[in-house]
């Protein structure tokens, strides 16, 4: 069994992290954050604290305005024109806004300092809900002068004519995707040093400082190699750490103002749920659905609405990554839909994990249960007619799924679950009066993105493809010290570099040093460096075997020059002083210590066509992408795609509606299993997060926008006490597309909330209910239970039978 290089710190608690930056001299951020969801700030008076004792200075956000430029904006115009600053000026937009900050000798100080700042602020009437925002009554940008973010119609195949041809047509009212985060356990934390020099020096748990440094070097007015960014350990992201760089502007032009003094900031668990972002918000309108005789799905029209709170920062990406799982696992090629996105005074959203792609797959997944239910087709027989069955396949809209096999997964979860006993433990529940359901979730983890997808939301973006990138030294000892462009968030990077390097090389991994952490100062990265998208066993492993190639190429040159001897006849492997490259056939050999010496140390020995030659290389792999159609929205979007598949069975109790899950079974095709541990991991933490959504996880506003689940006493995050048994495994289909016939797994929370919504569905049908929320705790499901709405929510338009 391979053990996890990074286990020997984390597990004898030898980590890093940024809070435990500790230093003589070192200052403390506090920020204020405004009380509403909507106000006018009138004035903002920081006489009092600035008069505290200990305390260093403070920062208004008129003064940041007068420092900074707006952060770029994704969007285009008129979304374009938002202006973003970090600390609010004029008007505050979602409750746990920043509106001013204090700096003093310790974090008591600083937030005493914060309890004197008097802010003038004018409530103004919240909006929040989408469908309230895009009638712009109250507009929350007046520079943009609208809250429509962006808007565009996904349309392929001949929708019309599925429809005509149709056996039956289901129509679907109203559904919607709660909003929810995945609350990792370190929350954002920052410390900055503006040095007299002018370069900005920043310790940070950002898990994507490539982009980062492109938003913050504009908007702080300094050349983008002025700035430094490193990350040491990172206590998971799930996408959700990837924004944190506007705390990282506040506390960087703090340590300006207090003279180039470094300044840290840790965020508490409140400020991290009331404002440090939420995964999308999403409601689904006047769905319709063609289909034949037999339950084939033949075509879909819909109408998307996507809520992305008070600012955009990374929206509107979020309107084009769901299209890149556009037909979910289903074969149909007819799909029209409206999609719209808006702004409202919530806290703005940022990716989390299964970013946008999980509320689509859920939306897809109601249609597939509800048009079962409504025509007598089994659940798992509804799924084999329409699932799709070769690979590669291309969707309709242009995407490439690498490979698959959805009949073989379901098959497998049904052995796991054992299906037919529990089909006839749940007839017989049924007859006792109990609500036992059984639900089917699957989802597609699309990992590796072709960032030209951004340009369909923003032809103007300079954005496309991906790149990962790798640096490989042969060490003087004749170690190898590897250099990744990634931050990992506890994805295992050094234990699955590690490996690769020695495997390629022929070497123990315990002379494979893969430099932990991040920094740009002697990290080699490039624009779309980072941990996301579930894509290092793709582009960041590709990265290190392509470095690899390189290496033994500059190695064999050399041993070839030695040993005199052509570069065909060598041989990587074992000899009498550890590892060498040798003639084959002979004792003839060198060890790579020899190698890294001669280059070196004693490099006047080599001949002129060597002079190149360092032993010390660099190699960017570089997906196959192309910018797609902008005017179709048609291309590939993702480079690989892995598919998880869950059957789950629950109960409802009937007295106090609490769900039960009775059997859990997950089953993940992530191609090739590389490292089953780490991914059996991957796969019982994303059930975890989504069961935890599904069933406890919520961010509830009230009506004048005040979050009522802002700490962990109302939002109840899952933890181990309330994961049931998972029984998991694999299907491996390796991927064409990939060197080592992986595909990415980590943003398997989709489908727990797809399958147990789907066995909600099952349990409460026959009361005459249709499950059209995602969230399901025991409040919410007393609320549905009082209410039959299927006669309200569903209606056959059309039926042959």
């Known amino acids: 069994m391979l053990r996890r290089k990074e286990d020997e710190r984390l597990i004898r608690g030898a980590g890093l992290f940024t809070d435990d930056i500790t230093e003589p001299g070192l200052l403390h951020l506090y920020v204020l954050r405004s009380p509403y969801a909507h106000a006018r700030v009138h004035s903002v008076d920081t006489s009092a604290a600035d008069a505290l004792p200990g305390v260093v200075c403070t920062l208004t956000g008129r003064e940041v305005a007068d420092a900074c430029e707006p952060y770029m904006q994704i969007a285009p115009p008129p979304a374009a024109e ?34 004197l700042i008097e802010v003038d602020y004018e409530p103004l009437d919240a909006v929040m809900d989408v469908e309230t925002a895009l009638l712009d009554d109250i507009v929350l940008h007046d520079t943009a002068g609208t809250n429509h973010v962006w808007q565009g119609e996904f349309d392929y195949g001949d929708v019309e004519q599925a429809f005509a041809d ?74 959700n750490k990837i924004w944190n760089y506007l705390y990282m502007a506040i506390a960087a032009l703090g340590s300006r103002k207090a003279g180039g003094r470094r300044v840290k900031w840790s965020e508490t668990r409140t400020e991290h749920m009331l404002a440090s972002g939420h995964g999308n918000e999403r409601t689904f309108l006047n769905t319709e659905v063609a289909l034949k005789s037999d339950g084939e799905i033949t075509a879909i029209r819909s109408h998307h609405l996507d809520d992305c709170g008070a600012y955009t920062r990374y929206e509107p990406l979020g309107c084009i990554i769901w299209a890149q799982v556009l037909p979910a696992t289903y074969k149909l090629r007819n799909i029209h839909i409206d999609f719209e996105q808006a702004v409202t005074n919530k806290c703005p959203v940022v990716p989390n994990r299964g970013y946008s792609r999980m509320q689509h797959i859920w939306f897809m997944e109601r249609v597939v249960d509800i048009c079962a239910h409504t025509l007598g087709i089994p659940l798992d027989e509804m799924r084999l007619k329409n699932y799709i069955e070769e690979f590669p396949y291309e969707t309709p809209n242009g995407c490439v799924y690498d490979s698959g096999n959805y009949p073989a997964m379901l098959q497998k979860a049904k ?24 639900g089917i979730g699957a989802t597609i983890d699309s990992g590796t993105n072709n960032f030209g997808q951004a340009q369909i939301i923003n032809p103007y973006l300079p954005f496309s493809g991906n790149a990962e990138v790798c640096a490989l030294r042969l060490d003087f000892d004749g170690n190898v010290v590897v250099c990744l462009g990634t931050g990992p968030s506890g994805q295992s990077h050094e234990t699955a570099a590690a490996d690769v390097v020695a495997k390629e090389l022929q070497i123990d991994s315990g002379m494979v040093h893969v430099r932990p952490c991040f920094d740009t100062a002697w990290n080699t990265f490039v624009g779309h460096s980072g941990t996301y998208a579930s894509q290092f066993a793709v582009t960041g492993l590709t990265a290190v075997h392509g470095a690899c190639q390189k290496l033994k190429r500059e ?27 040798r003639v084959k056939g002979t004792s003839r050999g060198i060890n790579y210590w020899g190698l890294s010496n001669l280059v070196n140390n004693n490099n006047a020995a080599l001949d002129e066509s060597l002079r190149e030659v360092t032993l010390n290389v660099r190699h960017v792999y570089r997906p196959p992408f192309q910018v797609p159609d902008l005017e179709r929205k048609f291309g590939n979007l993702c480079l690989t795609y892995a598919a998880l598949l869950h059957i789950v069975v629950l109960e409802v109790d009937q007295e106090t509606c609490r769900p039960k899950i009775l059997a859990y079974a997950a089953v993940d095709d992530c191609g090739t299993v590389l490292y089953p541990d780490i991914a059996e991991g991957q796969a ?27 700490t962990f006493s109302d939002y109840c995050p899952i933890t181990a006490v309330n994961i049931p048994e998972i029984r998991h495994a694999n299907v491996e289909s390796p991927s064409p597309f990939t060197y080592n016939g992986a595909k990415g797994m980590g943003e398997s929370a989709g489908a727990p909330l797809h399958a147990i919504t789907g066995a909600l569905q099952d349990a409460v049908y026959q009361d005459g209910i249709v499950v059209t929320d995602s969230f399901h705790a025991a409040p919410a499901l007393y609320e549905m239970l009082r209410q039959p709405n299927r006669d309200q929510v569903v209606e056959v338009l059309r039926s042959t039978q």
């Not at 052995?415 to 359901?437: H, N, S, T, Y």
């Open 82 to 115: 938002i202006q973003d600053y970090p600390l609010a000026t004029d008007r505050v937009r979602y409750q746990g806004e920043p509106v001013a900050a204090v700096i003093a000798e310790t974090p008591a100080l600083a937030m005493d300092g914060g309890a």
């Open 166 to 239: 149709a056996d039956h047509v289901v129509r679907i009212d109203r559904l919607h995707f709660h909003r929810f985060s995945s609350t990792p356990l370190e929350t954002n934390a920052v410390v900055a040093e503006w040095t007299r020099q002018g370069t900005i020096d920043f310790i940070c748990n950002n898990s994507f400082p490539g982009f980062a440094q492109q938003l913050l070097a504009p908007a702080l007015r300094v050349p983008m190699e002025q700035l430094r960014v490193r990350t040491f350990d990172i206590g998971g992201s799930f996408g």
């Open 555 to 581: 190695m064999r040159q050399l041993a070839a020059f030695v040993l005199e001897a052509a570069e065909e006849d060598l041989e990587f492997g074992i000899g009498d002083e550890g590892p060498e490259l």
């Open 684 to 710: 019982h933490g994303g059930t975890a997060h989504g069961i935890g959504a599904s069933l406890m996880e919520h961010f509830d506003y009230d009506i004048d926008g005040n979050l009522l689940t802002s």
């Open 415 to 438: 052995e796991l679950i054992d299906w037919d006993k529990w089909q006839q433990l749940q007839a017989d529940a049924r007859k006792e009066g109990r609500r036992v359901g059984i």
